[in-house]
């Protein structure tokens, strides 16, 4: 019998967890015997097992009701994209995923602050404040608490699901899906003999990963991982600058090319209605200023209010309301483009069935 537990359990266990460490740090000792309850309360071979309940949820009328909160005209490009491979469905279904997750699988009680969407296109290089390129993922729309698991099962079935699209032989499938979750387990025991302060200050450093894994790269393995690395670098607000503006009257303005890139001034051509949504995300980005660490709050103050539009990203989050803002600094050759993204409530949360929890 598979030891499911209901979100009501979960919940309570995740509470109890963060109790006991509230009320005190756990030993070394305590931690490990966590960990073994949880190893006998769900045995590793249980997380292979999937009963979908006769009263499963329908994955289309999930995206559908998923679709009633989003910009209507944008809900048909979401559908597009979803439809152009089986990978790019997947992507844009962490819903149904989640729904599935939390109706059919086994979890042990373990809350993390999860990812909620960690497939495979979700991870990738990228540069961090301090210019050093890492490896990460990338993209935080769905984070949440919730069962470590279910990131690790949705990175796992993405990796299945983009190896059959490349042709790789079920073989090959199984290799890759069995590393991948093997690399987790080891990086976990390996963070569990840290300290607090090394594990926050872990990175995934690209230049050391580079080195790291020299001697067992291919010559066109090398070379595919230079190359993403030098297309990292590149990756800044100048490069942007020239894809995404041209110049009017000497000013860089922000290209129209609806519906995936629509200007303030097209979208909202009254200019009393432009004004006051311009105004109302000049609070928002101060609210957002107020969160940022001194340096970095002393930069942005020198940059101003350029230029305004709406733009379509990804594939699950097209529909919500999504913004690029772009601010100047010196000049017009010293741009910073800032990303505003409605944050819709987590697939994780809403695939907790309301009468289940609390």
Not at 19 to 39: D, K, M, N, S
Not at 278 to 287: A, F, N, T, W
């Amino acid at each position: 019998m598979m030891a499911v537990l209901t979100a009501r359990e979960q919940l309570r266990s995740a509470q109890r967890y963060q109790l006991e460490t509230a009320l005190g740090h756990l030993t070394v000792a305590e931690r490990a015997a966590r960990g073994a309850e949880a190893r006998a309360e769900v045995p590793r071979e249980e997380h292979a097992a999937f009963d979908p309940p006769a009263d499963r949820a329908d994955p289309i009328e999930l995206l559908e009701e998923q679709a009633r909160s989003r910009v209507p005209e944008l809900v048909p490009v979401r559908w597009g994209r979803m439809m152009v491979s089986p990978f790019t469905f997947y992507r844009g279904a962490a819903l149904p995923m989640a729904s599935d997750l939390a109706a059919a699988t086994p979890v042990t009680g373990l809350a993390v602050q999860a990812c909620g969407d960690a497939h495979l296109s979700n991870f990738g290089i990228f540069g961090s404040a301090e210019r050093n390129l890492v490896f990460d993922v990338n993209d935080f729309d769905e984070t949440t608490p919730g069962p470590w698991e279910w990131d690790v099962k949705r990175l796992a079935a993405s990796l299945e699901v983009a190896a059959r699209a490349n042709g790789y032989s079920g073989k090959q499938r199984r290799k890759i899906v069995s590393a991948t979750v093997a690399r987790y387990r080891q990086a976990m025991r390996a963070f569990a003999e840290m300290t607090n302060q090394d594990i926050w200050y872990a990175r995934a450093d690209m230049s050391q990963l580079r080195q790291q894994f020299e001697s067992q790269l291919k010559a066109r393995q090398r070379k595919a991982v230079d190359k993403g690395m030098a297309k990292a670098r590149t990756r800044d607000s100048m490069q942007e600058l020239g894809k995404l503006t041209h110049l009017v009257d000497g000013r860089p303005r922000i290209i129209s090319d609806p519906p995936l890139l629509v200007p303030i001034d097209e979208l909202i051509p009254q200019q009393r209605d432009r004004a006051a949504f311009v105004s109302q995300l000049s609070d928002l980005l101060g609210k957002y200023r107020r969160t940022l660490e001194t340096d970095r709050r002393y930069l942005l103050d020198q940059y101003e209010f350029a230029d305004l539009a709406r733009k379509v990203v990804g594939v699950g989050s097209v529909g919500t309301r999504c913004w690029i803002v772009l601010l100047l600094g010196k000049d017009e050759s010293d741009p910073l483009f800032l990303q505003v993204k409605e944050a819709e409530e987590s697939v994780v949360t809403a695939a907790f069935v309301p009468e289940h929890c609390c």
